[in-house]
């Protein structure tokens, strides 16, 4: 049984009861819920910087879909990749016969997928002078089907003076 306390020792008690009591209520109840208070905020500041953006790109839709019918290279209306890859081949070989640069050899690659868009990639290898390669670099960089180059490489051509051979790794985006 229990001993008999005395009445100091019963406020001690009864005072140990209240803080522990006191600290479970902090801990299981007010810390979680001001938890929670701290994570809505900083969700709802979030939120709000999100619903701000969305007004601005809503506000400024004409001038984001004019900007967009600019380049309808850069659409894709059918999910059709070979499609794609022959047009950007198409495009390819006819820049290579109004440049002079003569291509070797094409390497599709197979195409990545992104978010909202898809990205098919070429290597290219071709022949040709500087100017040939130059007029090549730049008319595949300003082609219609939003080509681009996104490395090369340079070496003089075995056998062939004043020619030099060039890798091209090419590169178009699509929306999807």
């Known amino acids: 049984m229990m001993p008999k306390l005395s009445e100091r020792e019963k406020m001690l008690v009864a005072g140990l009861g209240v803080f522990v009591s006191i600290a479970l209520i902090v801990s299981y109840v007010v810390e979680p819920g001001l938890a929670r208070w701290r994570s809505l905020g900083s969700e709802i500041s979030q939120k709000s910087r999100e619903l701000a953006q969305d007004k601005r790109l809503l506000a400024d839709k ?4 004019d900007e967009y019918n600019r380049y309808p290279g850069i659409k894709s209306h059918d ?11 198409a495009e390819i070989e006819r820049i290579s016969q109004t440049t002079a640069c003569q291509i070797i050899n094409v390497k599709p690659r197979t195409p990545v997928k992104e978010r ?10 071709g022949e040709g002078d500087i100017s040939a390669i130059t007029a090549f670099l730049y008319s595949v960089e300003n ?4 080509l681009r180059v996104q490395r090369f490489t340079i070496a003089p051509s075995f056998g062939a003076t004043g020619r030099l051979k060039a890798t091209f790794y090419i590169s178009k985006i699509m929306l999807s």
């Not at 004409?62 to 879909?65: D, L, R, S, W």
């Not at 082609?143 to 939003?146: E, L, T, V, Y």
């Open 62 to 65: 004409k001038v984001i879909e």
């Open 79 to 89: 999910s059709n990749d070979e499609s794609a890859v022959a047009e950007a081949l």
């Open 116 to 125: 909202k868009f898809k990205v098919i990639s070429f290597d290219v290898t």
């Open 143 to 146: 082609s219609s089907q939003s």
